[in-house]
């Protein structure tokens, strides 16, 4: 037991050396500019636009929080299925509109836009704050993944604490050292590995413990049928709601679109085709859920069950009779969908305070952006860490609540890159009130009407505070709207 566990642990340990290397590989080609670490000098191609898109949404949430769905939660998890290739939709027009202002006007990140059309240091402020509010717990979600699939195949040797740090500090190494050109061709490494070994493990373990996927639902639909029907179950085993199932599907589809270290990879692409092709592409990224689901239905009916519903797909692997060497890669396949999304956040989270919360109040040199930036790596990397050490949360459950105030930046950027008439005045109203709505369903979620998303209740009373608090001010200047409006 013991020569199996460490071989575990060597490729898992392997897999991180090699990621470090293709992350610090990476940084060689970008330029010392702030654009180049933060926009990777908008010289991304459709291949690494892919898979940064698609490896960057599914993350240990989808890994080990989807599995853990499927498994405690059944037909609850579809909703996961269903966000991701609408929340990419709007983008096939939004994404050409953002990179063509950002060549136009040199931004990088998602407030300055908001910004350049709003002027407000106000608002850009706003928008730092509430991305960092937003970023912290998602960044938690996977330092919590990595450490969970750390400890469980370790056997408990590498603890939870210990597994999430030496991942993440991997992480860190090459985010500071090389900037989004690091996060771009990790992606990409990690993207390809996680797919192929979803894939792989979706298809043996209801084979190896059912004889095949049908026979697998057969049994499923005989001992658990409620698992098996929309909109499945709460986390308390009782049927969830049609209004809490919908208005996560339509908030999580509404953060997909306006989540900022997604957005800011439209600064990122070479061509306004090539974002446009990204997003065709992108629902074929999708099929990897069928996988995870599979993983997670495949433990509903395993004799013995695990600590958390989370742990799912670590638990079933190490009792499948698998080769140690074929456990290590499943796992490592894990730790690359933590890690491909947490560099992201990471280096996202650094660059929104820089650019939106620093940088209009005092400007820096470009050498003091990188410098700073890099702090806040640290600084944002650490404090997510003291928070994945807290227990009793789903990882789904965590990023729902995130997508309540990232839901909040959409009504804000479709008046900026549509809206004439709208003001200063009625976006920073709108945030506000919206984001004081969703914060307040989510401290009192028994409040909720129908069981709704809290992001939704915010956007309830954000459009309308929008709406009304612009058409009753002064328009803004023609000339500076139809900058932004003709593109």
């Not at 590989?25 to 933060?38: F, K, N, P």
């Not at 560099?343 to 820096?364: I, M």
């Not at 479709?414 to 919206?434: D, F, I, M, P, Q």
Request: proline content about 5%.
């Amino acid at each position: 037991m013991t020569d199996r566990i460490t071989l575990v642990t060597v490729v898992i340990f392997v897999y991180l050396a090699v990621t470090l290397c293709v992350g610090l590989a990476a940084g060689r080609r970008a330029s010392r500019s702030v654009q180049g670490y933060v926009a990777g000098d908008r010289d991304f191609g459709l291949l690494v636009m892919y898979f940064i898109t698609g490896a960057t949404v599914f993350s240990a949430f989808a890994f080990l929080g989807g599995p853990g769905w499927a498994y405690s939660r059944g037909a609850a998890a579809f909703y996961i299925l269903a966000y991701g290739v609408l929340g990419m939709a709007p983008w096939y027009a939004m994404g050409p509109r953002v990179a063509a202002l950002g060549r136009r006007f040199g931004f990088v990140t998602q407030a300055q836009l908001l910004v350049g059309r709003f002027p407000s240091r106000g608002l850009s402020a706003l928008m730092a704050l509430l991305t960092v509010a937003a970023f912290v717990p998602y960044v938690t979600i996977q330092m919590r993944g990595a450490g969970i699939v750390i400890e469980a195949v370790t056997d408990g040797r590498i603890p939870l604490a210990a597994g999430a740090a030496i991942a993440y500090a991997i992480v860190l190494v090459y985010v500071l050292a090389s900037g989004v050109s690091a996060v771009g061709w990790t992606n990409t490494f990690q993207g390809i590995f996680m797919l192929a070994i979803a894939w792989a493990l979706g298809i043996y373990l209801p084979n190896r413990l059912y004889g095949g996927v049908g026979p697998m639902f057969e049994q499923i639909l005989e001992a658990r049928p409620e698992l098996l029907s929309l909109p499945g179950l709460t986390g308390n085993g009782e049927p969830w709601s049609w209004g809490a199932y919908s208005t996560a599907i339509l908030a999580s589809a509404i953060g997909v679109t306006m989540w900022p270290h997604l957005f800011m990879k439209a600064y990122t692409a070479r061509s306004d085709a090539i974002i446009r092709r990204t997003v065709i592409l992108f629902p074929t990224f999708q099929l990897f859920l069928i996988s995870v689901f599979l993983i997670g239905f495949a433990g509903v009916l395993f004799p013995q069950a695990p600590d958390q519903a989370d742990f799912i797909l670590p638990f079933l692997i190490l009792r499948s009779d698998l080769p140690a060497l074929v456990v290590g890669l499943f796992c490592a396949g894990a730790l690359s969908a933590s890690m491909s999304t947490g560099d992201a956040l990471l280096h996202g989270a650094a660059s929104v305070v820089v650019e939106d919360g620093v940088q209009p109040f005092r400007r820096l040199s470009d050498r003091g952006q990188r410098l700073l930036m890099r702090i806040l790596v640290v600084a944002v990397g650490g404090l997510a860490y003291l928070f994945a050490l807290v227990e009793g949360f789903s990882l789904v459950d965590l990023l729902l609540a995130s997508y309540g105030i990232i839901c909040q930046y959409m009504p804000a950027m479709l008046a900026a890159l549509y809206w004439r008439r709208a003001t200063t005045a009625g976006v920073v109203s709108g945030l506000l009130a919206g984001s004081a709505v969703s914060v307040f369903f989510f401290l009192c979620p028994e409040l909720k009407p129908l069981g709704m998303h809290e992001g939704i209740l915010g956007l309830i009373a954000h459009i309308p505070v929008l709406l009304t608090v612009s058409l009753r001010g002064t328009p803004q200047d023609d000339e500076h709207v139809s900058g932004y409006l003709r593109v």
